[in-house]
Structures are given as C-alpha cells and as structure tokens.
C-alpha cells in the first residue's frame, strides 16, 4: 500500500497566517492527490482534487500544488473557521490511502 | 442537491455482524460509485472499498476483504455496508462517501453524516 506522510502532525496558528502542510507519498502518485478538511463532530469536505484544483465553492485561500511524491496545501491568510484537521488521499492505486492528518490549532 | 442519510448509531455485540445504510438523493444512483471509509476513534481515515450501484461491482481494501460486504439497492437508491464477526476494534465512524467525475478524474466529493458503531459486550 502507497503510505502518505503528513507533516507536522499539528501547528499553533494565529488567524491571519499563511498556514504550509505536506504530503508525501511512499511511491509515485502523479496528480492523483486529493485534500479535505475534518472539522470536530463533521464529515469530511472536499476542498482540492487532483493536487492543485478548487472544488466548487472553496474559497480561494486554499491552494493545493505538488506532483509525484510531494504535496502542498496552502491556507493564504488563515481564518477561524479554518481550524479543522486536514488529510491529503491518493487514488492513484488500490486501496485509496490518507495521510494522519495535520490539525491546526489555534496559538 | 446531492445528499447521502446514514443509518443511526449501532450498539453491537462482539461476533455479531450489522448492516448499516446510505440512502441517497438528489443524483442518478447508479451512474456514481459509492465509497464507503472508516474513522476509528481519535484516529484518520480508512478507505474501505466501493460499489457501483449500475452494476453491483465492487473494490475492496484487502484489509477489509471477509470484513465487509458492500451492496446497493437500485429501487430504494440505497447503499449497504455488512461488517460481520465484529470485535472492538471494528468500533469506529463509517462514512458512505460518492465519488464525482469531472475534468477526466474521479474524486470522493459528496459524504454522509456517518454512522457510529460501537462494539462492546
């Protein structure tokens, strides 16, 4: 199975930061990449699939970039309602597998 | 608008089995697959296989395979998850979760509220 490190685990943030987490796949993945955000209690949301692309809706804030091996998902200018755990998926091969998750907290 | 209405918590007995539900609406059922994917307690996610209602066929993570049982059915447009020889470690949130297809990719985009299973004697 393809293994999805997600760094840091988790990160003090103040709103108004630029918030930077990593995703890097044990094998080649292409774009296959996709991100979500996890508030408590909630399902999950999509925010970027296929690495670097916006779901309906989603602010512009968030950007996803990456290929390959490594990811980045990038928080502009960080906002309350952001705080949520965060967990990158590849679909590039069986069985789809997530990253830990990064949590952001607030400092 | 797409919506997925998942079954309500299971308290369940260790060996037992149980059958949790996904109904869905606002979409073509069988044109989309269904996900389904687990969350253990204060632990990530799982993907657990899907199903693709049209034609009943069905992926499974390996991890998985004898544990779960992944069905649909079309007149109802709901999709059914049986985990069977449960123990504790079968505890956990189950999402049913569809895919979209778009730009020649397919994404999980759409997830249920989740049903909480708890194993315990």
């Known amino acids: 199975d393809i293994v999805m490190t997600q760094s840091p685990t988790s990160m003090s943030i103040s709103v108004g930061d630029r918030v930077t987490m990593n995703c890097k796949a044990s094998?080649?993945?292409?774009?296959?990449v996709d991100w979500y955000q996890q508030k408590t209690g909630q399902s999950p949301k999509l925010l970027i699939y296929?690495?670097?692309n916006r779901y309906t809706g989603v602010p512009d804030r968030f950007t996803g970039s990456g290929s390959g091996t490594d990811f980045t998902f990038t928080i502009s200018n960080m906002q309350a309602e952001d705080l949520a755990v965060y967990y990158c998926?590849?679909?590039?091969?069986?069985?789809?597998?997530f990253g830990a998750g990064t949590k952001l907290e607030l400092k | 608008q797409v919506q997925l209405q998942q079954s309500g918590t299971e308290l369940v007995k260790p060996a037992s089995s149980v059958k949790i539900s996904c109904k869905a609406s606002?979409?073509?059922?069988?044109?989309?697959?269904m996900h389904w994917i687990r969350q253990q307690p204060g632990n990530g996610l799982e993907w657990i296989g899907w199903?693709?209602?049209?034609?009943?066929?069905?992926k499974y993570n390996q991890k998985f395979d004898g544990k779960a049982t992944l069905t649909a059915d079309k007149s109802s447009s709901t999709a059914y998850m049986q985990l069977s020889s449960l123990t504790s470690e079968d505890s956990a949130v189950y999402f049913c979760?569809?895919?979209?297809?778009?730009?020649?990719?397919?994404?999980?985009?759409?997830w249920g509220q989740g049903t909480l299973v708890t194993v315990s004697s």
């Open positions: 094998q080649n993945v292409g774009s296959n």
């Open positions: 998926m590849q679909s590039n091969s069986y069985p789809n597998t």
């Open positions: 606002g979409y073509t059922f069988t044109s989309n697959y």
């Open positions: 199903i693709y209602p049209g034609n009943g066929n069905t």
């Open positions: 979760a569809r895919s979209r297809y778009y730009d020649g990719y397919y994404h999980v985009a759409y």
């Open positions: 296929k690495a670097s």
